[in-house]
């Protein structure tokens, strides 16, 4: 199973049309988007793929009509500031913040853990756990990517938009 990894798109609409045409291209089964949508409409963009999303806040993003935006979503699922789930029989974590999300990847609990804020990618194995920060969408430092994570392979690769 193909798992896409995206992070702070923060409202940039056709950056983050490329980045979801790009992750239905290569076929992702499901998408994890590591926080800062900012505005609720970013949700309809994720919505509008058709594959489930599962999503968590970043540090500016509008919690109140993100949530309500999000409950009404046949596809989207946020979970909040962090997310625990399981994909594909894979234990993944995500946070937005990088020391948070470190501190998750070395208790070992975790095959993946995903997060964003720095708009830098990252991909480092801590332990037994997979790092990951997909990179920006924004544009912020012109060097927009995305990842995608194997669950059979327990590997990721990021890609540029």
Excluded: Q, W
Excluded at 75 to 89: F, Q
Excluded at 131 to 147: C, D, Q, T, V, Y
Excluded at 151 to 156: I, M, P
Aim: proline share 3%; with cysteine; net charge negative.
């Amino acid at each position: 199973m193909l798992i896409g990894i995206i992070s702070d798109t923060h409202d940039h609409l056709e950056n983050t049309r490329k980045a979801l045409s790009l992750l239905k291209e290569k076929k992702v089964d499901v998408i994890i988007h590591c926080g800062d949508f900012c505005a609720p409409f970013m949700i309809d963009e994720l919505e509008k793929t058709g594959i489930p999303v599962h999503c968590i806040f970043g540090n500016i993003d509008d919690k109140f009509l993100t949530t309500r935006k999000a409950d009404s979503s046949k596809n989207i699922k946020l979970h909040g500031e962090t997310a625990e789930l399981e994909i594909d029989g894979k234990k993944i974590a995500v946070n937005h913040y990088p020391l948070i999300a470190e501190s998750l990847a070395l208790t070992g609990k975790y095959d993946l853990v995903c997060y964003g804020h720095t708009h830098k990618k990252d991909k480092r194995l801590l332990g037994k756990t997979l790092l990951i920060n997909p990179g920006e969408i924004m544009g912020r430092f012109n060097g927009l990517s995305i990842a995608i994570y194997n669950t059979e392979t327990g590997e990721a690769e990021h890609l540029p938009i």
